[in-house]
């Protein structure tokens, strides 16, 4: 039997993260339960990374609430947290009256739940803001916005270490029963661990650690998304991202910038059962493409460099019809547990309003008291490459590892990777070193560096070289030695 927690979290995506780094504040012992070797290998780590305004969702729904309140404080958590955002803006672009039709409707929306910022936009106005975008008007979003969804996990997880908070990685709760003083056992491949309170940030897996506090019922399926990764030389050439005019159920096949310059082209929407595959099928990136050309012409095959894909966990009731976030204590069947189900977009913008929401019902039963030592900064790792000349020149004089760069393609230094390496966390997979320093996520995707990265992790940690991970259990680079 491991320590008695007061708090113990199943999933430390960014859900997981927020709930762990606000519950901090206060005197208490947690624990994050994590089955990956990282914070944001699921949902949290495949998504747009878009900071929305909160125009999209239905009036008086926690999505359209907690978004809003997840806009508004974006700008002084990414300066208290140091993770890259940007308030860049961003249009939903139309052509046809019934286009205008839902972009007011939308506008009236947005303002009922409390957006700011949204206007509509003649054909003018939008190509001087999107030069290279097609379209007659559109909806101006002025407060949305991007980020980086790596940094931005990583950052609310790492501040929530520095606080005091245990991170156990490969730890998958398989089964969660109920102790005789009222508290929980969770089961894990590790051993048990005890905790007076559980939450349930699981993510795709929030139905069966649901049911594995008893409370039963709900019914989550799986929408999967695919995009393309557009190299840098394109990026200039999208200021904001582009969306269409969305649907009720479906934002559409949009564009976006990136915080690091390059252009993302997706998702589309596809209904699936096996939350473990993420390969993205060549038909989707041929329709990606025919679909997004019709917003915004360059997506041209010669700058694709990468795909990826993102499951979003969608909690519908008998007919099939999507719920609002659930955020819960069932004190009949399951006190002590807070349940959060169906945590889909816009989960990443909203990820700390929903902890507040989620530490506010937990305050509704038991007094937390203050934690007079919790620290709500954290810094990250300095990006050589974002600093000016002389910047460079004097960090190369304290430490000449600034002064040998191991990926070219994003300038990525020794100094860097070495920080990644030690990072506060423990991970320790390349994975780890990629969404921390971006290297390996250039235009040669780790043609150049990756190998070289792999070597400092042997040496760094003392690894044999067939011991390190790309990113999962099994997902071992080298086999053994050729001879
Ligand atoms: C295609 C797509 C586009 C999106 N775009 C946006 C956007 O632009 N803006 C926005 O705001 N939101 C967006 N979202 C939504 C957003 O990404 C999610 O709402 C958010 O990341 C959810 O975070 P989470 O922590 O709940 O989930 P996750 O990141 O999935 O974290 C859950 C964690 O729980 C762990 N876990 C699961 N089961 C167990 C278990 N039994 N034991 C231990 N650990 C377990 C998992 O390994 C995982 O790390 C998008 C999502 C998708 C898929």
Not at 198 to 212: E, F, P, Q
Not at 458 to 465: D, K, V
Request: aromatic fraction near 8%; charged fraction near 25%.
């Amino acid at each position: 039997m491991k320590d008695l927690y007061d708090v113990l979290i199943v999933g430390g995506g960014v859900v997981g993260s927020a709930v762990a780094r606000e519950l901090s504040r206060y005197q208490l012992k947690i624990g994050v339960l994590e089955k990956n070797l990282d914070v944001c290998y699921e949902t949290s780590g495949r998504n747009s990374a878009v900071v929305h305004g909160g125009f999209a969702y239905d009036t008086g729904s926690l999505k359209a609430r907690l978004c809003v309140e997840g806009n508004r404080m974006m700008g002084d958590l990414a300066e208290e947290l140091d993770f890259p955002f940007l308030r860049c803006g961003k249009v939903l672009v139309g052509n046809t009256p019934e286009d205008m039709e839902t972009l007011k409707r939308t506008i009236s929306q947005g303002e009922a739940n409390g957006a700011s910022g949204l206007r509509l936009i003649g054909k003018e106005e939008l190509h001087r803001l999107v030069p290279a975008v097609v379209g007659e008007f559109a909806m101006l979003s002025e407060k949305s916005g991007i980020l980086d969804p790596f940094q931005y996990t990583i950052a609310l997880a790492e501040n929530a270490r520095a606080n005091g908070v245990d991170y156990y990685f490969d730890h998958e709760v398989t089964a969660i029963r109920r102790l005789k003083n009222g508290g929980y056992c969770l089961s894990t491949p590790h051993g048990e661990y005890e905790s007076r309170w559980v939450v349930n940030a699981a993510g795709l897996g929030c139905k069966t650690i649901s049911d594995m506090l008893g409370i039963t019922g709900y019914r989550v399926i799986g929408s999967k998304g695919d995009y393309i990764i557009l190299d840098k030389r394109v990026g200039h050439l999208l200021p904001m991202p582009v969306y269409p005019v969305p649907s009720n159920t479906y934002m559409g096949i949009h564009v976006t910038n990136t915080i690091d310059g390059n252009v993302i082209v997706g998702p589309n929407a596809e209904e699936v059962s096996d939350f473990r595959y993420y390969g993205v099928p060549q038909k989707n990136i041929d329709y990606l493409r025919n679909s997004a050309s019709a917003l915004w012409p360059h997506i041209e095959r010669g700058n694709y460099i990468r795909n990826y894909s993102g499951i979003l966990p969608k909690w519908v009731d008998e007919n099939g019809v999507i719920q609002d976030f659930k955020i819960e204590i069932q004190d009949d069947i399951a006190p002590h547990a807070v349940n959060l189900v169906g945590i889909e977009s816009p989960g990443l913008t909203a990820a700390v309003p929903i902890a507040r929401y989620a530490i506010g019902l937990m305050k509704e039963r038991e007094e937390l008291k203050e934690n007079p030592d919790f620290n709500p900064r954290r810094k990250g790792i300095v990006r050589f490459a974002g600093l000016s000349r002389e910047e460079q020149e004097r960090l190369i004089r304290e430490n000449p590892d600034y002064g040998e760069i191991v990926c070219r393609c994003e300038k990525v230094t020794r100094a860097e990777i070495l920080q990644a390496i030690h990072n506060p966390l423990g991970v320790d997979t390349m994975a780890g070193i990629k969404y921390r320093t971006r290297a390996m996520m250039g235009r040669c995707q780790g043609g150049y560096c990756q190998m070289r990265v792999e070597q400092m992790l042997e040496e760094e940690l003392g690894r044999r070289p067939e011991e390190v991970l790309y990113a999962r259990k099994g997902s071992n680079l080298l086999m053994g030695t050729a001879r």
